[in-house]
């Protein structure tokens, strides 16, 4: 009854038009008051201040802050130049080149917006110049953009990590398995598309032109070399290597490439900062959320529900999978996640499920709610970027929803994808 209470409350405040946040506190409190009346209420408030006072999540602004440097300079440029040199030439290559600096992007953003940003605003007319729809461009362009959710740093794992204690290390090289395949899977459809369709060809670079290529773009790929070796070396903990990502794309930005000023600094910080706010206050009430949930015993209860004597792994992921798509359809990925992973996380780990493996799954199914109809909040990102009706966004949009369905029963039924890396970087103890 308590469940049926709080999401009744969560999303009639949604369909009255009020923020998230608003939703998961007003439900919260109600519960607390009429279920919970021996409670003080300061406890409830006090998840509040718990919800961002953890360590890791200092790592959310930095990263925002370095991709709000970089789409304002000049390295997605370098990295598409590079891609174009040695790619562009071959069938459905500046396809390929879209869906490749996107990926790598990811690992400079860790946010599919900047990375829609910094790529999809460029690369959208030059797509359809080439022979391609527009709905068919914007839709690479966009579900190539999700691919940052899985290549580290990603905001979704380091929410993730937070709600359950998971190594926030482990997660980011677990990730690279399966946003590789999804870049694969992407880079086949364009080929094979382009093949079809007679898309033409781009003119093949002169090794005159690659070596300049390389040469533009080595900085930017500096990048995730500097943040993720780094890490896995133990130079230094992931938050901290959000402060070195700020510190690197800054001296890249200004001092190398003089594409920015100091005066443009305050600019960009105030955008960071608006940005940083929204997701902070999130997860505060979805703090307070959760605690409510697992105090009111909603995760044991479920658990018992859902888990029998016969109940399968397979199972519970086809059960947290389809719930965390649908839910991500209808509202943001972070306040999903906030939400659904303590209900889900005990359920997962008592048919165990590896922590780690569960927290790509979750990464994976947030990335394809946020493209599908009809409240996909990527659709509507896409739609204020490039300037296009909600129709056009969403019309073509369904080979790549099921490219990512596909990667999602790969990853469920081998887990090595995802969980090699990790094992080959951090060995299990016997």
Known sequence: MIIVVLLSIMFGCLFLGFPMFIGMLTAAIVVTLVYFQNMSPELLMQQLMVGIST????????????????????????LLGLLRAFVGHIRGGLAITCTGACTIFGAISGSTQATL????????????????????????????ANIALLIPPSICMIMYAVITGTSVAELFIAGLGPGLFVFVLFSIYE???????????????????????VKSAILPLGFPIIVLGGIYT??????????????????????????LKLKDMPKIALS????????????????????????????????????????????????????????????????????????FYPIAIQVGIDPVHLGILVTLQAAIGAITPPFGCNIFTASAIFDKPFFTVVKGLTPYIAMFIFTTIVLIYFPQLALFLKDLAFPPTM
């Open 55 to 78: 360590y890791v999540l200092l790592a959310i602004p930095m990263f925002i802050l370095a991709a709000e440097i970089m789409c304002a300079g000049e390295a997605a440029n370098r």
């Open 191 to 213: 080929f094979l598309i382009a093949k079809h369709k007679g898309i033409i060809l781009q003119k093949k670079a002169t090794w005159e032109e690659k070596v300049k290529a």
């Open 117 to 144: 940003v910094a790529i999809g605003k460029p690369m959208e007319k030059e797509l359809e110049k080439a022979g391609y729809k527009t709905e068919h461009a914007i839709a690479l362009l966009m579900c190539s």
């Open 234 to 259: 133990g130079m230094f903990s992931p938050t901290e290597a959000s402060a070195v990502s700020v510190l690197y794309a800054l001296i890249l930005e200004v001092f190398i490439f003089k594409s």
């Open 272 to 343: 960071t900062g608006t940005v940083t706010a929204t997701v902070f206050i999130l997860v505060a009430a979805g703090q307070a959320f959760s605690w409510i949930v697992s105090f009111a015993g909603i995760p044991q209860m479920m658990a018992s529900g859902l888990i029998g004597p016969e109940t399968s792994k397979y199972a519970v992921f086809a059960i947290i999978s389809i719930s965390l798509f649908v839910a991500c359809m209808f509202v943001d990925s972070i306040p999903v996640i906030l939400i659904l992973t303590p209900i």
